[in-house]
């Protein structure tokens, strides 16, 4: 049952990425995936959109500027929320951004990668994850979101209005 879920979410990621524009500035894209005990979330965002710039830091201000962004990013409990009942434990979070030691795309157009995991002990109960990315970042105005777990797939949107995702 893991390798088919596993299979299922992987395939409705190249989907998703075939599918989906690369780079649209105020959007973000979620991809949800369950397996078991274990929550996994994938961020994709354009750096514009969580900075308001893409290119690498050029001074002091925009150095702290990352820093502040990595360091919002890293606090899974609240950028992204599962259901309390589900009682997930983070067990990682990864970032990926040119602007964190990477080097730059041509052009400027340069994204964050982030990956979030959790353990969750009741994972019959997870239902819906909330987010607090349009709190943190006013920039973002929208968030792509795509699922896929035990109960199948789905997709939907979010919104400062309209913070959670459900299944």
């Known amino acids: 049952m893991k390798q088919f879920i596993f299979g299922l979410f992987f395939g409705l990621t190249v989907a998703i990425a075939d599918a989906a524009p690369a780079h649209v500035h105020g959007e973000?894209?979620?991809?949800?995936?369950?397996?078991g005990e274990q929550l996994v979330i994938a961020l994709e965002s354009p750096l514009d959109s969580l900075l308001g710039f893409e290119h690498l830091p050029r001074d002091a201000g925009e150095r702290q500027a990352v820093e502040s962004m990595a360091a919002k990013l890293k606090e899974a409990g609240k950028v992204l929320v599962p259901s309390a009942a589900?009682?997930?434990?983070?067990?990682?979070?990864?970032?990926?951004?040119?602007?964190?030691?990477?080097?730059?795309?041509?052009g400027g157009h340069n994204d964050l990668d982030a990956r979030y995991t959790w353990r969750c002990a009741k994972p019959e109960a997870l239902r819906d994850v909330a987010t607090g990315l349009f709190g943190v970042f006013p920039r973002l105005q929208r968030i792509v979101?795509?699922?896929?777990?035990?109960?199948?797939?789905?997709a939907g949107r979010l919104d400062a209005r309209n913070p959670r995702f459900s299944w």
């Open 28 to 35: 973000a894209r979620l991809e949800i995936s369950i397996d």
């Open 86 to 106: 589900a009682q997930c434990a983070s067990t990682g979070v990864e970032l990926e951004s040119p602007v964190l030691g990477g080097k730059s795309e041509p």
């Open 145 to 154: 979101v795509e699922f896929a777990g035990p109960l199948g797939q789905r």
